[in-house]
């Protein structure tokens, strides 16, 4: 059975993380990878605002570190447990902890169990369907990007994915049981964090043989998410339903990679009046040179539309951002890059007003 790039994406979130990672131990089919990250990273006055290096607007430096580890073990011949770890530490980034000190803040924790060409069983922290299986695909940028786009800051806790690949097509499933305190990009009347009742989500796709440079590619997703409502303010969320589509041709790591995603969110208030949508579409284009320099660039549209803009605190605005990025592999554990983010025009009244100050950032980053 031909496996897509995508499954294999999909059955391990780290995989991007682990292209260098170090075997410490491999044994009877057991085995343990270490790999991570050190890079230092200088931004411009907005950016490092941005960033949590400073408040005050002023250029910074700013260091950050990354730690994993994938496990894995064969429980008899056609199934396998593994398990992923995955911590971030950055210095002054508003992760401080109770000492006043620099602490490391998880991006992925999760166990599963993988069973070959039926598909793989995972659960614990990590993002849902739509992101993984759709919205991911032009998630190309250091820094800048994403801005057209909900869910890719979304790393959840109590998660469930099942996920299958074969003969070119891809299907993920993800269930979010009850946690407090959860990313939720768009809920912008609680600062982006709410307690979640109950989630769900699933994406579909499928990759063609390679057409020229590459293989053609459309995915499809839908999720949905509750929230608790014992509070029963105005002001309390009830749910948001999302929809995303993708279209992409070749591969973001060598030759031209071209990418179109749409995606919304529509969130239901308890007080209808405040009901809002949230949608934005994203188009990248790059190209990757065998010497290891990559130009990456697109277009990102996000837009903020509320039912009743008469009494919303926030209303009908677009912001438009054009990412630039350049990178440079020097070797295949150090790169150096320079990316940027241009306003091409956001509205004054968007939810972000930072974004409409063009931004700029410079860093090297060395892998392990």
């Known amino acids: 059975m031909k496996k897509s790039l995508l499954a294999l994406a999909v059955a391990s979130i780290a995989v991007a993380s682990t292209a260098s990672a170090a075997t410490v131990y491999d044994k009877d089919g057991t085995s343990m990878e270490v790999y991570g990250r050190v890079q230092a990273v200088a931004y411009s006055t907005h950016g ?54 620099d602490s490391f803040s998880a991006r992925y924790l999760f166990v599963g169990a993988d069973f070959g060409q039926y598909g793989a069983l995972q659960a614990g922290r990590f993002e ?17 990007g994403c801005y057209g786009q909900l869910a ?11 996920s299958w690949s074969g003969y ?49 590619a459309v995915r499809l997703g839908f999720g949905s998410a509750h929230f608790q409502d014992d509070a029963k303010a105005d002001l309390t969320y009830d749910r948001y339903d999302q929809y995303a589509a993708v279209l992409s041709w070749g591969s973001v790591d060598v030759g031209p990679y071209i990418a ?28 990757g040179f065998e010497c290891g320099v990559s130009i990456r660039t697109g277009y990102q549209w996000l837009n903020n539309d509320p039912d009743n803009e008469q009494v919303s605190d926030y209303k009908n605005a677009d912001a438009h951002i054009i990412p630039v990025y350049v990178n440079y592999d020097v070797t295949p554990n150090f790169n150096v890059w320079a990316e940027a983010r241009f306003d091409a025009g956001t509205d004054e009244e968007f939810v972000d007003d930072t974004l409409t100050e063009n931004t700029y950032s410079v860093g090297a980053r060395y892998t392990f």
């Not at 849902?128 to 800048?144: I, L, M, N, R, S």
Request: hydrophobic residues 35%; without cysteine; aromatic residues 14%.
């Open 48 to 101: 490092s605002d941005a960033m949590g290096s400073n408040s005050y607007y002023d250029n910074s430096l700013q260091a950050s570190g990354r730690l994993g580890f994938n496990l894995r073990t064969p429980l008899n011949d056609s199934i396998a447990a593994y398990a992923n770890a995955e911590w971030d530490v950055a210095d002054n980034d508003g992760t401080r902890d109770d000492n006043g000190d």
């Open 128 to 144: 849902d369907a739509v992101y993984q299986g759709v919205t991911a695909y032009t998630d190309v940028y250091e820094d800048w």
């Open 152 to 162: 890719d800051g979304d790393k959840r806790d109590g998660m469930i994915m099942y």
């Open 260 to 287: 179109a995603m749409y995606n919304i969110r529509d969130f239901s208030m308890e007080n209808s009046d405040l009901d809002y949508k949230v949608q934005g579409v994203e188009a990248v284009l790059a190209y």
């Open 168 to 216: 070119g097509f891809d299907f993920a499933a993800t269930y979010g049981t009850a946690k407090d305190a959860q990313s939720v990009e768009g809920a912008w009347y609680a600062d982006e964090e709410l307690d979640i009742d109950n989630s769900y989500s699933v994406a579909v796709g499928y990759s063609s043989p390679d057409v020229l440079f590459g293989p053609i």
